[in-house]
T-cell receptor, first 111, second 114 residues
Framework: RKEVEQDPGPFNVPEGATVAFNCTYS??????FFWYRQDCRKEPKLLMS???SGNEDGRFTAQLNRASQYISLLIRDSKLSDSATYLC????????????FGPGTRLSVLP | DAGITQSPRHKVTETGTPVTLRCHQT?????MYWYRQDPGHGLRLIHY???????DKGEVSDGYSVSRSKTEDFLLTLESATSSQTSVYFC?????????????FGPGTRLTVL
């Protein structure tokens, strides 16, 4: 089993739709969680960190469920500019620098 | 955007030649990383550094070496490039002591080994 797994995608949704991505991780000692977005042929960019209580940033909401070891990302009112690959990233512990990347889920928002 | 640059941005080389990629940061972050990204594999860690002259291996370190003689520079060397090392290479930085220690990435280097 891979350390970090994501919905395989791709997701093709119309503008204005709500879309949710899921991510599961295998290391129960993981401490930090992130969502990055990556545009085609570009570097990954931090979208948001995922806090234990869940957090929201505009149209984006991230949730963490430690008991089930999964993380979710919800995008509301999708825009064309949201089209990208979304990477789930898990860090092993607070002292190490072991960032593990999921394979990514591709989102295409269609006009 | 974090101050991270990579050079060169594109390189084509031949099998058996040595190649050095450079990552330069202006953020004074302690940790620096080299990843490769290939279709079907996602981002995989090659080597990382936790300080000047302090480095460690990652998941796919065979065939690669690194050096960090200054805080701001982290070099990745392919001693004798092979076609399997054709990839996109990303450098990243992060800072210790921050509760969430996010990583920030450079723009990447596209390497083709013929």
């Amino acid at each position: 089993r891979k350390e970090v797994e994501q919905d395989p995608g791709p997701f093709n949704v119309p503008e204005g739709a709500t879309v949710a991505f899921n991510c599961t991780y295998s290391n129960s000692a993981s401490q930090s969680f992130f969502w990055y977005r990556q545009d085609c042929r570009k570097e990954p960019k931090l979208l948001m960190s995922v806090y234990s209580s869940g957090n929201e940033d505009g149209r984006f909401t991230a949730q963490l469920n430690r008991a089930s070891q999964y993380i979710s990302l919800l995008i509301r009112d999708s825009k064309l500019s949201d089209s990208a690959t979304y990477l789930c990233v898990v860090r092993g512990d607070n002292y190490g620098q072991n960032f593990v990347f999921g394979p990514g889920t591709r989102l295409s928002v269609l006009p | 955007d974090a101050g991270i640059t990579q050079s060169p941005r594109h390189k084509v080389t031949e099998t058996g030649t040595p190649v050095t990629l450079r990552c330069h940061q202006t953020e004074n972050h302690r940790y620096m990383y080299w990843y490769r990204q290939d279709p079907g594999h996602g981002l995989r860690l090659i080597h990382y550094s936790y300080g000047v002259k302090d480095t460690d291996k990652g998941e796919v370190s065979d065939g690669y070496s690194v050096s960090r003689s200054k805080t701001e520079d982290f070099l990745l060397t392919l001693e004798s490039a092979t076609s399997s090392q054709t990839s996109v290479y990303f450098c990243a930085i992060s800072e210790a002591g921050l509760s969430y220690n996010e990583q920030f990435f450079g723009p990447g280097t596209r390497l083709t080994v013929l």
